[in-house]
Structures are given as structure tokens and as C-alpha cells.
T-cell receptor
Framework: KQEVTQIPAALSVPEGENLVLNCSFTDSAIYNLQWFRQDPGKGLTSLLLIQSSQREQTSGRLNASLDKSSGRSTLYIAASQPGDSATYLCALWIKAAGNKLTFGGGTRVLVKP | NAGVTQTPKFQVLKTGQSMTLQCAQDMNHEYMSWYRQDPGMGLRLIHYSVGAGITDQGEVPNGYNVSRSTTEDFPLRLLSAAPSQTSVYFC???????????????FGPGTRLTVL
């Protein structure tokens, strides 16, 4: 069974520091990988989607990389701000799982002013 | 576009009661799905649909029914509520129903359900 792991489960950084969030997976046969943000009591907001054929995607201060051979994706958030405090989840469309999105457990981020 | 909408936002049920969680999207998306989110368990897929008239089971389908009579709506029915169904429920949709499609999945705001 495909495992999607996000370590650490929680992270606290001072404002201005760069954030590095990790997502690892055991099956490299994927269609794409998506990073989401979830604020407390809210739904999920899509941040970036990386297709299987891509190595990275960028949007503003966010950059996500994908290395299928090592089963890893990393979300970088440059110059963190208190407004970046949220839970970040990665999710994969895995070929073996069929038409279903598989989520990691998430990393809860706190950016201190 | 209103995106993905869910009603109600909060609901309290007694054990054994039935109810329907509503989900609608106005983006003409083929794929719709229901997840539940529990502390320590993450997001788990309950049921999904790749188009009107087509539904399939996810990871945790027991105790739930779905139907997809229109492209826009995908209601989730709890047949006989149990305390184990206390959770936050999210509906999501994406444009294409095919698994190979590389489009973004959009989530609704969620329904917080408590079963006493």
C-alpha cells in the first residue's frame, strides 16, 4: 500500500525564515502531486500541482519540487510571514490506487512574529 | 463561480438518525468526492464519482451512501448515524473524471458533524 509521509508533524519558525516542508512516498508511479494549505476550521486550498513529468512548480514565494526516483517532494516557502501559519498537506494521484487522491498527514506550521 | 459549496456547516445528530450532507459545484466538474478528516487519521476518501450516474467506493465507505443524478450535486447520506461518524466532512471536485488528468482538486468549506 502506498505510504505518504510528512515529517515533521509540526514546525515553528521565526518570521522571515525560509520554510522547508517534506513529503515522501513509497510508490513512484504517480500521475501528479498536489500541495494544499488548510487553515484551522477551514477547507483545503490548493497551492501547487506538479505533474509527473515535471521537476518543480513555482508560485510567488512558493516553490515545490518533485523527485520521483527518491519518492520525495519538497515545498519551499521563502521569507515566511505569520500569515503562512497553517497546516500544509501533500497529496498524490497514484496509478496503483486508481482514481483516488492519497493524502499525507500534514505539517502544522507556526510562524512567530 | 461559487466553487464547491457544502451545507450544513454544523450538525448534531443522535445515534440512529439519518441525514444528508449536501455538496454542489458550479464549475461543470466531472469528478466529485467526499472525504472525512479525523485527528490522527488525516483525510480519508469515502466515495467518489467520475460523472453523473457513476459512483464508486473509497477507503471508508461503510455507513454512507451517495448518488450523482446531476453533474452539479453529490449528496452524502448517513443511513443510521453512529458516534464513530463524528468527523469533519469535505466535498471536493475537479474538472475531468479520468485518473490521468492533471487538474487541480477544489475543496468545499466542510461540514462538522457530531453524533451523540
Amino acid at each position: 500500500k502506498q505510504e505518504v509521509t510528512q515529517i515533521p508533524a509540526a514546525l515553528s519558525v521565526p518570521e522571515g525564515e525560509n520554510l522547508v516542508l517534506n513529503c515522501s512516498f513509497t510508490d513512484s508511479a504517480i500521475y501528479n502531486l498536489q500541495w494544499f494549505r488548510q487553515d484551522p476550521g477551514k477547507g483545503l486550498t490548493s497551492l501547487l500541482l506538479i505533474q509527473s513529468s515535471q521537476r518543480e512548480q513555482t508560485s510567488g514565494r512558493l516553490n515545490a519540487s518533485l523527485d520521483k526516483s527518491s519518492g520525495r517532494s519538497t515545498l519551499y516557502i521563502a521569507a515566511s510571514q505569520p500569515g503562512d501559519s497553517a497546516t500544509y498537506l501533500c497529496a498524490l494521484w497514484i496509478k496503483a490506487a486508481g482514481n483516488k487522491l492519497t493524502f499525507g498527514g500534514g505539517t502544522r506550521v507556526l510562524v512567530k512574529p | 463561480n461559487a466553487g464547491v459549496t457544502q451545507t450544513p456547516k454544523f450538525q448534531v445528530l443522535k445515534t440512529g438518525q439519518s441525514m444528508t450532507l449536501q455538496c454542489a459545484q458550479d464549475m461543470n466538474h466531472e469528478y466529485m468526492s467526499w472525504y472525512r478528516q479525523d485527528p490522527g487519521m488525516g483525510l480519508r476518501l469515502i466515495h467518489y464519482s467520475v460523472g453523473a450516474g457513476i459512483t464508486d467506493q473509497g477507503e471508508v465507505p461503510n455507513g454512507y451512501n451517495v448518488s450523482r443524478s446531476t453533474t452539479e450535486d453529490f449528496p452524502l447520506r448517513l443511513l443510521s448515524a453512529a458516534p464513530s461518524q463524528t468527523s469533519v466532512y469535505f466535498c471536493a471536485s475537479k474538472l475531468f473524471g479520468t485518473v490521468e488528468s492533471t487538474d487541480t482538486q477544489y475543496f468545499g468549506p466542510g461540514t462538522r458533524l457530531t453524533v451523540l
